[in-house]
């Protein structure tokens, strides 16, 4: 088995390009000198170029001011927990992962440039980014990307599913600058798994994260969980001159209902989320307030799960009679006002490898019955636990109360703080009968955060042989046609046999002020993806 590299998977380094401006700054003066000798009118036109020009040039300076609603005093900057839109945030002005989510969601250069296989995918060489310094001014290097990997290794992080099938113990250097990463069996596909904020890169060595030291754009200043933290600028961040503002302020929104008053104000610039009646009020009348909608083209997956190790949810039965409770086109009109699509049971929709063609779950109330009598539930009685700290939830959980005494399902709602809720050492994985909101990247983030055996945020505690089996035989496989077939199965699988109800994709729906620029709708996480370094206050 040879461990030479192969073709390597670049994704493009953008590291070496000129900044926007410098480019503007060349082109204009370049103009300016041509038409000077055409006389006044061409001049002229010179300046009406230049206009042009510096309005779509970024600005530098000012505080950047975000309002998002709140985890309570549970929020951290510790990647290896992160599980709401704060502190998603929090990652993301901090630290960097290896690669960057783009457009559509293909992948970009963050501080990895090239990804290249050994012949059978067994062996990937990860090359980083040269040049990128921590926020003390340590070199970042191939140290720290093995510490980082290795931490992911902890089956309680967060992150565990981007390393599941790496040989963690044979991680190895060449030089500062390449990490040599084998694997338990041949991965085809690796990229993906190192985008999302839970693989974040830590520096070697870090235990603590009161003070976290990161190569992202902004360095933490202070920080209060549940209130606010502030950031100022990284001068030696290695992206092309970025962030553009000189500081940043996130602060805890405890009612997600007050986030647009906050922008009306000038309280803040940005918010996540806007409430979904007065999304759908700005959208019918842009016009109206002095604040713009912005809405995500991907979507966040709501879903209700089932402890599948806790009667009445141990019955198989019962779990797929819960599924064919909800109406779900309704549910998307009414909890989240049109701002979303229906989901089948499944994550990923959209992604590389879903399976459009399994049978859509939709309401069924004769069979949910059927079902629900042959397990002995005839009268099933459960708690529902919900909370306001995400868009949609608590009304989702009203909702699917209502359309489960169709069932003769009694189904009480008790609404939790987001503080409590998404508490690991509260209630966080612990709730029999409960809600969630995620972003995903790609099946094998899916299924290895929230769905095999081995996977840390297994909220259901659904366990099976079967489906672990085939992911591992999806994901390691070369062959791509072989790799459908086994996610198809897969996915099969989990449709017909898990604690999750994926009821809907939600379209996440961020407001901004007037005077915020470089703001993108986004594909995976709310306010635009929250590429803050490339906003920018006019």
Same mark, same amino acid.
């Not at 985890?71 to 290896?98: K, M, Q, R, W």
């Not at 919900?386 to 169709?406: C, I, N, R, S, V």
């Given at each position: 088995?040879?461990?030479?590299? !192969?073709?390597?998977?670049?994704i493009?380094?953008?590291g070496? %390009? ?9 082109? @204009?003066?370049?103009?300016?000198a041509l $038409? ?15 206009l ?7 600005k530098?300076? +000012? ?7 709140g ?24 630290? *960097?992962?290896?690669?960057?989510? #783009? ?18 995918? &067994?062996?990937w ?18 140290d720290d ?7 992911? +290794? ?15 113990? #044979? ?13 338990? %069996? ?28 990161? &190569?992202?754009?902004?360095? =933490? ?8 933290? @502030? ?7 290695? *992206? ?7 500081? =940043? ?5 405890? *009612?997600?209902?007050t986030?647009?008053? +906050? ?11 806007v ?10 009348n ?12 991907? #979507?966040?997956h ?26 779900r ?6 909890? $989240?006002?049109?701002?979303?699509e ?8 959209? =992604?590389?490898?879903?399976a @459009? ?12 019955? %059927?079902? $629900? ?11 529902l636990? &919900?909370?306001?700290? $995400?868009? +949609? ?9 209502? !359309? ?47 769905g ?6 297994? !909220? ?5 042989? &079967? ?7 999806? !994901? ?11 996610w ?9 046999d ?14 901004? %002020?007037?005077?915020l ?5 986004g ?16």
């Amino acid at each position: 088995m040879s461990d030479t590299p !192969e073709t390597p998977h670049d994704i493009p380094d953008q590291g070496s %390009s000129m900044t926007r401006g410098e480019l503007l700054k060349r082109a @204009t003066a370049a103009e300016l000198a041509l $038409l000077a000798a055409l006389g006044p009118v061409g001049v002229a036109n010179a300046a009406r170029a230049v206009l042009r020009h510096q309005a779509a040039a970024p600005k530098r300076g +000012g505080t950047l001011k975000i309002g998002v609603i709140g985890n309570g005093t549970s929020e951290t900057f510790n990647p290896a927990v992160y599980n709401s839109p704060i502190d998603f945030l929090h990652g993301i002005s901090t630290f *960097d992962p290896l690669v960057r989510l #783009g457009p559509n969601f293909n992948f970009e250069p963050g501080l990895a440039v090239r990804w290249v296989p050994n012949k059978t995918a &067994t062996v990937w060489e990860i090359h980083l980014r040269k040049g990128v310094k921590w926020h003390d001014g340590k070199r970042f290097t191939a140290d720290d990307v093995i510490y980082s990997l290795r931490q992911m +290794g902890s089956t309680s992080h967060f992150g565990h599913f981007a390393v599941a099938a790496v040989d963690l113990k #044979g991680l190895k250097k060449k030089g500062n600058s390449i990490v040599v990463m084998p694997m338990k %069996s041949p991965r085809g596909v690796i990229m993906p798994l190192f985008a999302f904020v839970n693989t974040m890169m830590v520096q070697n060595g870090t235990k603590r994260y009161s003070k976290p030291v990161g &190569t992202g754009p902004f360095m =933490l200043q202070s920080f209060t969980p549940g209130q606010q933290s @502030t950031a100022k600028a990284n001068p030696d961040y290695w *992206d092309n001159g970025r962030p553009y503002v000189d500081e =940043l302020q996130i602060t805890s929104v405890t *009612d997600p209902t007050t986030t647009t008053d +906050g922008l009306q104000s000038g309280q803040f610039d940005a918010v996540y989320p806007v409430i979904f009646p007065i999304a759908a009020a700005k959208q019918k009348n842009p016009s109206n307030g002095n604040w713009k909608l912005v809405v995500q083209k991907g #979507g966040f997956h709501q879903t209700i799960y089932m402890r599948a190790d806790q009667a009445p949810f141990t019955d198989a039965r019962v779990r797929l009679a819960m599924k064919l409770i909800p109406e779900r086109q309704k549910m998307i009109d009414t909890v $989240l006002a049109g701002f979303g699509e229906i989901g089948n049971d499944l994550f990923g929709k959209h =992604l590389a490898g879903y399976a @459009t063609g399994i049978p859509q779950h939709d309401q069924d109330i004769e069979k949910a019955k %059927s079902l $629900l009598k042959a397990a002995g539930q005839s009268n099933l009685k459960v708690t529902l636990q &919900t909370t306001d700290a $995400l868009p +949609g939830l608590t009304d989702a959980a009203t909702f699917y109360a209502q !359309e489960a005494k169709k069932a003769g399902v009694t189904v009480s709602v008790k609404t939790v703080p987001g503080s409590s809720y998404f508490n690991p050492s509260l209630l966080f994985m612990k709730m029999q009968f409960a809600q969630d909101s995620w972003p995903i990247v790609s099946l094998s983030h899916a299924y290895h955060l929230l769905g095999t055996s081995t996977a840390p945020v297994n !909220e259901g505690h659904w366990t099976s042989s &079967t489906f672990d089996a085939q992911v591992q035989a999806a !994901e390691s496989t070369l062959s791509p046609s072989k790799s459908k077939v086994s996610w198809t199965q897969a996915q099969r699988t989990f449709w017909q046999d898990s604690s999750y109800i994926v009821w809907g994709l939600r379209h996440s729906t961020t407001g901004i %002020s007037q005077k915020l620029n470089g703001v993108d709708a986004g594909w995976l996480y709310p306010l635009g993806d929250m590429k803050i370094w490339n906003w920018w206050l006019s």
